[in-house]
């Protein structure tokens, strides 16, 4: 799955006394709240995260707010999908006009008609209707199938929603592929990706600086990313 | 606004519609006109009749939908512009679609089919509407009020919606917020539910839940979004009953196991809450029923409870006075709704609320400060698996009134809970009551010895130990005579050091609630529990001035949770597992056949019959005696019932007072079933 990432950050999380007797839960308990949520600062959605403490510095922070800020370092998963990748999902529902799948059972992504190939056509008949390729009727799309299929767009404002095509080659239902596709075959059985190209959005990210709001919870300094692929599933 | 006639006309014609429209004689292959396509496109009545025209085959059924289809898509995408750059032609036609959409007008029969049609188009033409630009198209789908629909409508509408909201996170909102809109039904005259919409609440309301499931598996992060919305929704305490009860009911048929963790216990909690709210506003001016005594401290015999299971005329006299009360009547809907609720669950399922009930209890009811009838869910949640669930509860409360960490208020609400569940719930076996007795007597006697190490305290930071001694005597008030049927159970009460516990130098005789303590004393003297130790001049303490120091207005250990349920329309789901005082068999049982039965007790092998006999006699004149001696030892003069009472009395025995009043005012919850003397 290429849009997930491994990042590395230094957060500076405020806690609130009465938690002083727990910091470590107090810090993790913040950190959930950010969880299945699109950050911007991360430039992702939280998936899961593990902190790790720098010392024993609690700094008060004076003025109104009489929070204590604790400096951690915290491992994070990020799904953070961009246009072009090619994301796995599980089918849903189908319509004619429309398939709807889940990525990694949390993100929902739908396919409009307009980027579905011509070649698959809509059969209504059976258990929620499934699309058949013209070209090799076995290959099959139906509720339940693995499919894979590029990003086109993605709706970080409230759920991550995406917006995905099965235009580009590559794509389609996931057990077909792995026997018809040869490229994408080998790709499996070596268990390596082919690089993409993401050379855009690293800039992006470190020519961002993140300001420090004295509402928000966590403050990240500086996000630095290593960016570790996930390889294979 | 819709008017009254159309809907029963509408049911009328639900048969009509549902069957489609009769096969026309001449098949006609193929799309039906191209000129639909490339010119000008026909009127609505035509349009209707060119639809109507196609056979019901599935080709043809298909055809007539993708023409529709392609209508629909072109009409929308005609005005997905500016709108001073639009056709008129183009927004003449959308207009139409639009207006065919509005439910707010009747509809006749054909215009019914063609609103289905559109219904259905639009469902596959999601990703061609835009928010901007078909904003009216909208406002109209999102406004409608499925519960005027037919069946077949309602569906095919549910369907879009649950499209719209897959298809993109900005319609989402919408969608769900529609679908909660509409779990309360139409309220006509007199805030009444029209008879129409309550036949068809069920099917109305799986369809609800049905759409929301799918919605949730299509968009596995919508139930954070569905929660926010129902808990603003949530029916606040002053609306309307019939409302508050329909969406309750509803609420309550999501499916929130397949909705998973983000939904989750949110909902059942939601539900608490709002009992809770409307119990604490039932105040105890609507609930009394006439002026009692205000006495400092009065005795109340159950002379009330008596009443309970017989002529019931206190009972009904309460009722009648709360009914008056709003809160209460809804409150009692709402009883009514959740007990259904959970006795339709299945096993599993059931056990997995109950988690989820023991969680929010612990939260929330446990420190409401006296809380009148909420807490009976739990009651009749236990009573829908005795085994299990009862024992269960019994012993998590126990856990918490012997967990150190907790806090005291928490600890003091639990122990009365226990005292007063243990002895109210019938469907509790005398074993498990025993079980329960043996830990709390252990803590007492554990807190006995840690007390002795240190040196003497002021009495109100005993309050625990005080309570817990109070409560297992009220449970053996109920429980002693039917825990001696059994042999084993019996030495195991009597193994437990209750000898030591009464005589420590904490006093908890004197301290507890005199008439708990007199009644147990008497009993416990009958089953010779206590023979040996009790000084009898302490016996009849009415009120010793340690007891009445202790506590103050917040007099906690006077809190019986579990006192008679009074609300009427619920009462049915309670009343069948719950002990009455005046259903207890006592040790000393003063019924006709009395004889009989005391001889009994005394032919049980452990009893040593032959000091007993005298004793029992003695306990008897005496009794009398000392009831004088008590009455004129009292300060204040009786209640008007209490003699009463005595006069009609032919058993000669002192009624266990259960309900005692607070010694300040206002009347304590035991006034409750006040009714007049």
Redesign the interface.
Known sequence: MEALREATAELTVYVHPSNAADVRLAVSRQLSTLL?SYEDRFDGVLLSHEVEFEGDNEDVLDGLVPYFGVPVTANMLLFSPQPEMILEGKV??L????I?A?VL????A?I???DIPEMFKFK?RGHGGKFISQSDKRHVIKKGSMIRFSVKRV?T?????I?GSLMPPHTGCMRWLSVHDAEYASEISSGKRKPRDHTKSEQKVQGRTTANREDSMVNSERPRKSRKRAVGE | SLSLASPPAKTLETSRLASPPPPCPSRRAGIPSATHLTGRPPGAEAMVAELRRDDMAEEAG?IRDSVAFRLVERVLQSVRMEPFLIAPYDLEQYRMMVGTLDTSRTKNRDDEALYVTYLKAL?????KIDITYHHSLLNNIFAVRIWYLQRDTMVALLDLIT?LA?????Y??ECLQMLVNNFTPPIVERNEVPTWAVSRKKDIFSHLCGSLK?IS??????P??LRDIIDRSMPKLFDNKAKMISFVECMLGLDTDRMGDLIGAILLAKVVDLLTELDVNITWEDILQEEHDKGIFEMELEDLDADDDGDGFGQAGTKVCLGGNACAEKLDGLMVVVCEHLKSLDRQRLYKEFVILKTIFRASLLRVHRSKFAQFIMFYTCSLDPKTLGEGFAVFLTDIVTEKKEDPISRMSAVSYVGSYLSRARFISADTVVTILKKLVDWCVDYCDHQSKREATPIPNHQLFYATCQAVMYVLCFRLRSIMDYPNLKSDLFHMPFGFLFRHRLEPLKVCLPSIVNEFLRQAKDAGLVAAFVDPAAEDAIESDLSRTFGGINRLDMFFPFDPYLLKESDRYIRPNFEFWSMVKTTYSDDTDDDDDELEDLDAPEMNVGSLDDHVEIDINSDDDDLEYSMNKMSITPHHSFLHQMAMDSDGGLSMPARIRPSTSPPSRWAMSGESP
Do not use: W, Y
């Open positions: 299945f849903e529902m319509g004619k006009e429309s709807h889940i059972g949390v993100f929902s739908a409009m008609a307009d209504r709706d404002e409230m759920n991550c929603h917006t | 298909t469902s596959e033409a999601v990703s499209r897959a298809v993109a996170d900005q989402l909102r799918t598996d299509t968009v596995p992060l919508a954070r979004m």
